[in-house]
């Protein structure tokens, strides 16, 4: 994990998916595996964008994107991620970011290819509510 403190500017993060602030000064940290996530697919711009869904990887406990097709964990919808972050150029560099485990998210506005489809809407009901405006 890369714990120095470096500058990175990435432009403007789009959080119009939050549908309220509710939740938002509760998210939690995490760590995302960045080689779980694709670099021309999950960040060509160079960063994480925030909105992407999360799942847990059950043997790291460490993050990476929703996939209901994996089998390490990430096949459960646990959360989107808060803020923009910054991707590393080695992708065995993994890096501290932000989660939102609990509030009400655009769908329409998740960045592509930020799909959640209905399982993992089942399986953070109770905790995030999803709308289509």
């Not at 779980?36 to 925030?50: D, M």
């Not at 890096?95 to 959640?116: C, D, F, Q, Y």
Request: proline content about 5%; overall charge neutral; hydrophobic content about 35%.
């Amino acid at each position: 994990m890369n714990l120095q403190q470096t500058v990175r500017s990435f432009g403007m993060d789009d959080q119009s998916w939050l549908a309220s602030e509710h939740g938002t000064r509760a998210t939690e940290s995490c760590t995302l595996d960045t080689s779980t996530f694709t670099p021309n697919t999950h960040y060509p711009a160079g960063y994480f964008k925030s909105g992407t869904p999360l799942g847990e990887i059950t043997a790291t406990k460490k993050f990476g994107p929703y996939d209901n097709a994996a089998t390490d964990g990430r096949q459960t919808l646990v959360g989107h991620l808060y803020a923009a972050v910054g991707a590393p150029s080695d992708n065995t560099i993994d890096v501290a970011a932000a989660i939102l485990t609990h509030g009400k998210v655009r769908l329409s506005r998740l960045p592509v290819p930020a799909a959640v489809d209905a399982a993992g809407r089942a399986e953070v009901a109770g905790s995030i509510r999803y709308v289509n405006h």
